[in-house]
Each structure stands twice: as C-alpha cells, then as structure tokens.
C-alpha cells in the first residue's frame, strides 16, 4: 500500500513557507513593524527626539526614495514620461479632482443621510473628522507609498518619479 502525501503549493515546512511569505511581503511587514514600533516608543520618533524626522524624514528619506527610484531608470524612460501628457492629465484629474470629489460626496451622505439613520448624533468631532477626510482626499499620496508600491507592482516607475514630484509641487500650492 502506497501513501501519497498531499503538498501544498509551494511545499516544504511552514517555517519555509512563513520566509518566502515575509519576504514577499517585506513592505507591509515593515510598515506594520514600524507602526508596532511608534506605538510601544513614541517619543523616539517626535519633533525634536532622538530620531529628529524632521530632518531624517523630510530631508534625507524622501531624498533617498527619489535618488535610488532614479537610479533604476535610464534618463531616456524619465524623459519620455514626462513628456507623456495624457498620462499626466489623467492622473492629475483624477488626484486633485475625482477623488476629492467622490470622498466630499461619500462625507455629505454620510454627514446627512447615514448617521441620522444610524442614529448617530452629527456633533462636533463627528463633523471635524468628516471634514478632516475631505482635506486629506485633497492631498496627494505620500512620496514613499507612491513610489514603492508602483515598484511592487511592477509598475511605470518612471511615470510615478514624474507624477510624485509634481502632485507634491501641485498639492502644496493648493493649501500654501
């Protein structure tokens, strides 16, 4: 009598397969850690703190994203992406106009409509974080999660170095 023992896609122990899990995961696994982090430590990363992010973050982190996303493209892909105006236009409409537009929207139902029904009283805090989505819908993506996600997903990187630099140049002038 024969026994067959069934494997699981991708086989060996659960050790292995927990290694090439978390290194195929490694981004959210690091997000994940460093929110873990920020929670047990805060005063580490505050203004001022050992950590000085604003300094390591501003400066030399969205510096170092840009430097070694440039890195891996030729200067040809870069030039022809930002020449790309369809793409640009796209984006931009969709960035800075749609999902503002969806997010007031889905505010105003939720502000008029969906709390009254729920029974939730629309009083102070409860219209300061309805409004406090509505700016952050105006804003543009963060530098990191723009950049390193079209990577993951193997992506137009050059497009997002492109479209970063000026959502961020375009996102800063709406509130300045």
């Known amino acids: 009598v024969r026994r067959y023992v069934r494997r699981t896609p991708g086989g060996g122990s659960l050790v292995a397969r927990s290694l090439r899990l978390a290194k195929s995961q490694w981004f959210i696994l690091a ?8 929670k047990m430590n805060p005063s580490f990363g505050i203004k001022g703190g ?13 510096g170092l994203i840009f430097f070694m ?19 640009h236009v796209t984006i931009q409409g969709f960035s800075l106009l749609v999902t503002p537009l ?5 505010a105003g139902f939720l502000e008029t409509s969906f709390l009254p029904l729920m029974g939730v009283e629309a009083g102070g805090d409860v219209l300061s974080l309805l409004m406090g989505i509505r700016v952050l819908s105006c804003l543009p993506p963060p530098v990191s999660t ?17 479209k970063t630099g000026l959502l961020w140049n375009r996102g800063i002038d709406t509130f300045c």
Request: aromatic share 4%; charged share 15%.
């Open 146 to 162: 723009g950049l390193i996600l079209t990577k993951a997903t193997e992506g137009n990187e050059a497009v997002a170095i492109c």
């Open 69 to 87: 996303s440039g890195l891996s493209l030729k200067t040809e892909e870069l030039a022809a992406a930002a020449m790309n105006v369809k793409v």
């Open 31 to 38: 997000v994940f850690t460093s929110i873990f982090l920020a």
């Open 102 to 106: 969806m997010i007031c929207v889905l």
């Open 50 to 62: 050992p950590l000085k992010p604003e300094v390591t973050v501003k400066y030399i982190g969205v």
